[in-house]
C-alpha cells in the first residue's frame, strides 16, 4: 500500500547524470510500503561539477540521504562531512547521510557486488580477477574482492589512476588497456566497472580471449544485455548485469537510512518488475 506524501514524509532520492533510468526509486519506495513507513525516494539528475550544490540543498532542505551514482562518487567523498572507514579509504562514496546538517559519506557498492556474486554462486576466494574500471564503483569492487581472497588486477585508460586504486586495495595490481587482452586471457573473473555499454558500446576488451570457465560482470543494468553481456552469453560463459549489485547495495543504504531491516524479497521483486 502506497501512502499519501504530506508534510511529515521524509525524503530521499539519487543523484546521478544520467539518473532518470535508475530502478532505485521502485526499489526503495517499494520497501518502505512494504513496511509502512512515510518516506519517498526520487531521482535527481544532477550533471557533473555540480556535486558539491547538489549536496548543499540534501543538507539545506533537509533531505533523509541520497545514493550517489555517476559522476559524483569522488566528488560527494570531498563534500561530506564525515566518511564511513570504506568510503574514507576509497574516497569515494554512494550514499551520503543526512544527520542533522551533519553529512555522512559511505560505500555499500563492494558489499553489493559481492552479494550479488553469491546469488550467482561464484566464490571469489582464490579466483584471479580483473576490474576494467579505476572510478569509485571499480575501485569499491576491487577492495571487497581483494578482502574476500580474490587476487585482483584494476585495468584503466590512465595508468596513473590505476595504480592509485591497486594501491587502495592492497596487493591489487594495475595495468592500462594497452595490456588488457593478455590479462583477461588468464582470469577467472572479469567485471566491467565503466560505463561502457549503456549506450551500446563494444567492451573494451575482446570477449573471445577469455577463458572458458570466466565468469564475466558487468554493472551496467541498463540496459540489461549489453554487447559485452550479449557476446559471453553466445560464448557460452556464465555472467551477470549489474541489477543484483544494485539490489543487494539498495539493502544497505535502506537499512542505513531508515534504521530498519530491509524487505528484501519486496525490494527485489521492485526491481525485476521495474
Known amino acids: 500500500m502506497t501512502r499519501p506524501v504530506g508534510g511529515a514524509t521524509r525524503v530521499a532520492g539519487v543523484i546521478g547524470d544520467p539518473v532518470r533510468h535508475s ?21 535527481f539528475p544532477v550533471p557533473a561539477g555540480a556535486t558539491t550544490t547538489a549536496l548543499e540543498g540534501v543538507r539545506g532542505l533537509g533531505i533523509s540521504g541520497v545514493s550517489v551514482t555517476m559522476p559524483h562518487k569522488t566528488d560527494a567523498a570531498v ?16 550514499l551520503v547521510l543526512n544527520r542533522d546538517g551533519f553529512l555522512v559519506g559511505e560505500s555499500t557498492d563492494g558489499a553489493g557486488f559481492l552479494g550479488s556474486l553469491a546469488d550467482e554462486g561464484v566464490e571469489p576466494r582464490g579466483v584471479s580477477a580483473v576490474v576494467v574500471g579505476s572510478g569509485g564503483a571499480g575501485r569499491s ?22 595504480e592509485s586504486a591497486a ?3 592492497e596487493g591489487a595490481r594495475a595495468i592500462d588497456l594497452s595490456t588488457l587482452e593478455r590479462d583477461v ?19 573494451s576488451f575482446s570477449v573471445a580471449s577469455l577463458a572458458d570457465g ?13 554487447p559485452l ?24 543504504s535502506f537499512e542505513l537510512l531508515t534504521g530498519h531491516e530491509a524487505p528484501r524479497a519486496a525490494m527485489a521483486q521492485a526491481a525485476t518488475r521495474e
Do not use: K
Open 229 to 252: 553481456l550479449a557476446q559471453a552469453r553466445a560464448r557460452g560463459l556464465r555472467c551477470a548485469n549489474g541489477l543484483g549489485m544494485l539490489v543487494h547495495q539498495a539493502y544497505v
Open 167 to 169: 594501491t587502495l586495495a
Open 185 to 203: 586471457a588468464g582470469a577467472g573473473l572479469v567485471v566491467n566497472a565503466t560505463p561502457l555499454g549503456m549506450q551500446g558500446e563494444p567492451p
Open 214 to 226: 570466466c565468469f564475466v560482470y558487468d554493472t551496467v543494468y541498463h540496459p540489461l544485455e549489453t
Open 79 to 94: 563534500v561530506c562531512d564525515a566518511l564511513g572507514p570504506t568510503a574514507d579509504a576509497l574516497g569515494a562514496v554512494n
Open 23 to 43: 530502478r532505485s526509486p521502485a526499489i526503495h519506495n517499494a520497501g518502505y510500503a512494504a513496511l509502512g513507513l512515510d518516506w519517498v525516494f526520487v531521482a
Open 141 to 162: 569492487i576491487a577492495l571487497a574482492l581483494v578482502e574476500a581472497g580474490a587476487s585482483v588486477t584494476i585495468a584503466g585508460r590512465h595508468r596513473a589512476r590505476a
